[in-house]
């Protein structure tokens, strides 16, 4: 998890320092990552608070951005199902994008040993995170408006890291084309649904080549015999 606990370190400023400049409390701005523990979140709903919005609005907004982490846990769950709440609560919390990355082998979360691993992963993103945002909030009176840098766009640049190695086949290529165009299509209509959207039209075209590329194995397959 190292190269991803260093990957975020100017999200993780970003964050911390946008608080503070948006006029939250260093008490309020510590809560963010110790609580929400989600960096597109904190940065969207900081920036909601700082605009007074309503509570509806910023609670729908973060449901939004955070719906993917239901489709993680649908996809451990076979895997975690098995064991008591006192794993299954501190892991679901820990469950980050980074961390779902290293969860893809078979023999994940299937022993003591490697539950201890995931618990030590998600941890050590859990306290550098916070690092990292403390390091911002200390230094938000001091630093410019980090925005205005394009610090932000580490955001994307971790997803891409996350992603890429994950492409291993043509229906996950498929997948991550579809769903990077259309959100950037649907972000350019200014759809306020162009994440669930854009992932479930990339689910979508992905299964589709999964099941055209598995019938015409089968069709193979018996033409040889």
């Given at each position: 998890?190292?190269?991803?606990?260093?990957?975020?370190?100017?999200?993780?400023?970003?964050?911390?320092?946008?608080?503070?400049?948006?006029?939250?409390?260093?008490?309020?701005?510590?809560l963010?990552?110790?609580?929400?523990?989600?960096?597109?979140?904190?940065?969207?709903?900081?920036?909601?608070?700082?605009?007074?919005?309503?509570?509806?609005?910023?609670?729908?907004?973060?449901?939004?951005?955070?719906?993917?982490?239901?489709?993680?846990?649908?996809?451990?769950?076979?895997?975690?199902?098995?064991?008591?709440?006192?794993?299954?609560?501190?892991l679901?919390?820990?469950?980050?994008?980074?961390?779902?990355?290293?969860?893809?082998?078979?023999q994940?979360?299937?022993?003591?040993?490697?539950?201890?691993y995931?618990?030590?992963?998600?941890?050590?993103?859990?306290?550098?995170?916070?690092?990292?945002?403390?390091?911002?909030?200390?230094?938000?009176?001091?630093?410019?408006?980090?925005?205005?840098?394009?610090?932000?766009?580490?955001?994307?640049?971790?997803?891409?890291?996350?992603?890429?190695?994950?492409?291993?086949?043509?229906s996950?290529?498929?997948?991550?084309?579809?769903?990077?165009?259309?959100?950037?299509?649907?972000?350019?209509?200014?759809?306020?649904?162009?994440?669930?959207?854009?992932?479930?039209?990339?689910?979508?075209a992905?299964?589709?080549?999964?099941?055209?590329?598995?019938?015409?194995?089968?069709?193979?397959q018996?033409?040889?015999?």
């Open positions: 998890m190292m190269p991803l606990n260093l990957a975020v370190l100017p999200w993780g400023i970003l964050c911390g320092s946008l608080a503070i400049q948006r006029d939250f409390t260093i008490f309020e701005a510590l963010m990552p110790l609580i929400v523990f989600a960096g597109a979140v904190q940065l969207v709903s900081i920036e909601l608070i700082a605009g007074n919005a309503s509570l509806a609005t910023i609670l729908l907004t973060t449901f939004i951005i955070s719906s993917r982490h239901f489709l993680y846990g649908l996809a451990l769950r076979n895997k975690l199902k098995h064991l008591p709440k006192r794993w299954r609560l501190p679901g919390f820990l469950l980050t994008d980074e961390l779902f990355a290293f969860s893809g082998r078979k994940a979360y299937q022993n003591s040993n490697r539950l201890y995931a618990l030590s992963a998600g941890g050590s993103f859990y306290i550098t995170w916070f690092i990292w945002n403390l390091i911002g909030v200390l230094a938000g009176s001091f630093l410019p408006d980090l925005t205005e840098l394009g610090l932000d766009f580490a955001i994307a640049v971790t997803f891409i890291a996350l992603v890429v190695p994950g492409i291993k086949n043509l996950i290529f498929i997948a991550v084309l579809v769903s990077g165009v259309l959100a950037i299509i649907f972000n350019l209509w200014q759809w306020q649904m162009a994440l669930i959207l854009s992932t479930l039209g990339g689910m979508f992905g299964y589709a080549v999964y099941q055209y590329t598995s019938r015409q194995q089968l069709v193979s018996g033409k040889s015999k």
